[in-house]
């Protein structure tokens, strides 16, 4: 057990604020795509339903997109709290990338957010889905910097190191670092991944509240199509980045082998084990012969990286913690197993032609779809976070002990705040973010309930003061003049409601 | 040295430059976000409403230039801002704590089940109060050379108790702008007590800055400095007197004058930061390591500078759109 110094608090406090922190660019880097198409789609079909689904999703892009950016002003300030080595060794290329990461990213994002939310009477239509875009378009952006800093971090090159600081010598080298392709695309697509299951998981909770509406139907069918094109991608771009990782960090994919001492090739692949780092090796190992050699060589003689070549000659290990990157990757690929399982087995029921209520043969009858089916749907609900966070574990703890490869050790660059003030930190961010945690899943399923009963706002609760005024607002504003299909107290759809906020 | 020819001297001074001037745009913009914040006790639930629905486009965009500021500190000056984020780590905590709660209630407080909607409120006023508090903190003691003491923490206190005050000022005068009948009266009954902050805020920074350090000191009080600086607190105390009488006639019937005391705060608070940054140029962190000490390399700044060229233009430009199309009365927010 490591002693609970500055080092292992600031790492435990950084990490607690990172995956915090990556839960919701996850969900909003893509859903922000999602919702351009449901707004296109209502652009072209004039289908209401697409637009009930914008204004339920917008809502829950909204409130991610909240979480994302107060987690990520906090993100900023701990470089500086708990990292000054960070910015002042490798500060000269770092700083440019965050830079740019802000001025060409966040107010895009931050200043069409508000039209995106709010401005749908409030401009023309064209202006609205163009503000949507930007958005979109701005996650993304904002995806491509932090991945290119993070890439460089994992295999850095372009720079030269003077006086001990790290001095740019080419851009494109930088930005074109050999790991960041695969990264980025791997990281978009567990995105887009995550919104997959997040839109089916909450559609298949509404259909089994009892909510009947083509909305409804019209997502479970979008997350699961979504779902099972994206998940066979991402497992070939996951295989061309474990490669990529092999050729640039080999102790990295030694530890997800969890393969100590193998240098003559043949080497197993390791389903099961519990690695020993006494005795450097595995215990209680089930394996299948011939794997890791036949994935990330093609052939059984490929010698696959091992664990005893990071360790130098008087015994400093070079390699980082074994158990932790071994078994996150474990839990990032049986994720993906199981959303490739639950996608096709969704999408091969749901495509074929059955009988609906009428007695007409078409495809995507949603009424033949098993009730244990949208269970499970509803238990992946939030899976893409569980894959994307032991993603995250294998690449970044897989980086240790360096925080930029070959060039500064997360040692080097902590600082040297008392251990018993990050410890209060800590504790405090701690109980914050299991708190927002928690609130957020559970009023998505809140706002989930609330749609599925198809109430309109102010009827479920006791109406607290103000809400009379609200609802005159609702039923006399200018929502009366869509054709009357929202009025008041009627058929109004809880997807879209939103009382004066 | 000439000026524009080496990099290692214009450079820094342009990034202390946006800098500021992020710092600047952050305090007036957030400054309100956060006085509306701050406002929450005083208004009914149905005002509560309307003071969100006043600032609900534009929070996220304002608080984006506090991201800006601490990104130019990082990436221009690094070592400063290493030296002091950690000698300001609890504050820091607090106004990360506060930014957080203040930002999710805006969104909690109507997704979540009404019954919760209380304790959101209270969560973002709450927000807001720390993070005005920690802010007012955190100058005081910057003003005071980042030293813990007995009577520093004493001072940032006090900083912090004006910072906050000063914050529901402005946050009262942009709910002035914005609204109107009984909220908009109650708005100018808040703007007289807020006024208070500002003035003893800006009168108790500046009374001590000179005092801590003797440089200060000679920047303002020697001859001629002293007569050239006269213009700013006679300027200052001019817009305090305007706001002043302004304010005991105000909300005038016809909405005529309505956005003067907004513009007037806006103009003390650029007085008074221009003020700030005169005393402490050319130290980033304060009589301990100058801007061109702090920088990091030319070559990495001149890749941003390009890059602000043509981005910052542009931001402002659709900033302004924002506030163009949400211009007028605040409306209630409503997704549709």
């Known amino acids: ?501 | 040295m000439e000026w524009f020819g080496d990099p290692a001297v214009w450079l820094p001074w342009t990034f202390a430059a946006l800098m500021g001037l992020s710092i600047l745009v952050y305090v007036v913009l957030d400054g309100f976000d956060l006085g509306v914040g701050l406002l929450f006790p005083f208004a009914s639930d149905a005002e509560k409403d309307r003071m969100i629905a006043s600032i609900g486009p534009f929070w996220d965009a304002n608080e984006t230039w506090l991201v800006l500021a601490i990104g130019i500190l990082l990436v221009a000056f690094p070592v400063a801002h290493g030296l002091i984020l950690t000698s300001l780590y609890l504050p820091v905590f607090l106004l990360l704590l506060g930014l957080i709660l203040r930002g999710v209630s805006f969104e909690f407080r109507v997704k979540a089940h009404v019954r919760y909607k209380e304790r959101w409120n209270l969560a973002f006023w709450g927000g807001s109060l720390m993070a005005s508090l920690s802010q007012g903190f955190m100058l005081g003691l910057y003003v005071m050379g980042l030293e813990w003491s007995w009577a520093t923490v004493a001072f940032a206190s006090l900083t912090a108790v004006f910072l906050t005050v000063g914050y529901s000022f402005i946050g009262a005068c942009w709910i002035i702008i914005k609204t109107e009948g009984p909220l908009q009266r109650k708005a100018v009954e808040w703007a007289r007590g807020g006024i208070w902050g500002v003035i003893l805020g800006i009168g108790a920074i500046s009374a001590a800055s000179p005092l801590v350090s003797p440089r200060i000191w000679g920047k303002w009080l020697g001859w001629p400095e002293s007569l050239l600086l006269a213009p700013l607190p006679v300027l200052s105390a001019a817009l305090i007197a305007f706001l002043w009488w302004k304010l005991r006639r105000m909300p005038y019937d016809d909405d005529r004058w309505n956005w003067t005391p907004f513009a007037a705060a806006m103009a003390i608070f650029a007085l008074a930061f221009l003020g700030l940054a005169y005393s402490f140029y050319p130290y980033v962190v304060p009589e301990r390591l100058t801007i061109y000490e702090a920088a990091s390399a030319p070559e990495a700044l001149f890749i941003i500078f390009i890059g602000t060229l043509v981005v910052l233009p542009t931001i402002v430009a659709y900033t302004a759109l924002a506030y163009w199309i949400f211009r007028g009365k605040a409306q209630d927010l409503t997704y549709d």
């Open chain 1, 1 to 501: 057990m490591e002693a609970l110094d500055t080092l292992v608090l600031s790492r435990i406090q950084f990490a607690a604020n990172i995956s915090f922190h990556i839960l919701f660019p996850t969900i909003t880097i893509a859903l922000g795509w999602a919702l351009l198409f449901f707004k296109l789609r209502f652009q072209w079909t004039g289908d209401a339903k697409w637009m009930e689904a914008y204004r339920f999703w917008v809502k829950v892009f909204a409130l991610s997109f909240a979480m994302g950016v107060v987690s990520g002003i906090t993100m900023s300030f701990q470089f500086g709290t708990n990292w000054p080595g960070f910015m002042e060794t490798v500060g000269n290329v770092a700083g440019p990338l965050l830079a740019y990461e802000v001025m060409t990213a966040f107010f895009l994002e931050a200043v069409f957010l508000g039209i995106m939310l709010f401005g749908w009477r409030k401009v023309p239509s064209w202006l609205h889905t163009t503000a949507t875009f930007l958005v979109a378009f701005g996650t993304t952006m904002s995806a491509f910097w932090i991945l290119v800093l993070n890439s460089w971090m994992h295999t850095p090159q372009g720079f030269e190191l003077r006086d001990g600081v790290v001095h740019a010598t080419s851009w494109m080298e930088i930005v074109f670092n050999p790991s960041m392709p695969y990264r980025l695309a791997h990281m978009l697509l567990a995105s887009g991944l995550t919104v997959a299951f997040l839109i089916l998981g909450i559609a298949a909770f509404r259909r089994l509240l009892g909510d009947q509406r083509e909305e409804v139907r019209s997502q479970i069918r979008f997350g699961a199509v979504l779902a099972a094109v994206l998940i066979p991608v991402q497992i070939f771009a996951g295989d061309m980045h474990g490669l990529n990782t092999q050729e640039y960090q080999p102790a990295k994919v030694a530890a997800m082998e969890g393969n100590w001492s193998d240098t003559d090739g043949r080497t197993p692949l390791v389903l099961f084990a519990i690695p020993d780092p006494e005795a450097r090796e595995n215990r209680f190992e089930v394996a299948i012969p011939n794997g890791a050699s036949l994935i990330l060589g093609h052939k059984p003689e490929h010698v696959v990286p091992s664990l005893d070549e990071f360790v130098t000659e008087d015994g400093e290990m070079l390699h980082p913690p074994v158990a932790k990157v071994f078994w996150a990757f474990r839990v990032m690929v049986g994720t993906g197993m199981a959303m490739l399982a639950l996608s096709w087995i969704t999408v091969l029921h749901f495509a074929r032609k059955r009988e609906d209520a009428n007695g007409v043969r078409r495809r995507w009858v949603i009424s033949t779809l098993p009730r244990p089916l949208l269970w499970a749907m509803v238990a992946m609900t939030f899976s893409g976070w569980l894959a994307t966070l032991a993603g995250w574990y294998v690449t970044e703890i897989g980086r240790q002990p360096w925080l930029v490869s070959g060039v500064l050790t997360t040692a080097e660059a902590v600082a040297q705040v008392p251990a018993g003030m990050v410890l209060s930190t800590l504790l405090g961010y701690l109980a914050v973010y299991a708190f927002l945690t928690l609130a957020y899943v559970s009023v998505i399923f809140y706002l989930a309930r609330r749609a599925a009963r198809g109430n309109p706002v102010g009827t479920l609760e006791s109406p607290g003061s103000g809400q009379a005024e609200v609802e005159a607002i609702a039923g006399a504003g200018p929502r009366g003049g869509r054709g009357g299909r929202d009025a008041p107290g009627g058929g109004t759809r809880g997807g879209g409601l939103q009382p004066a906020e």
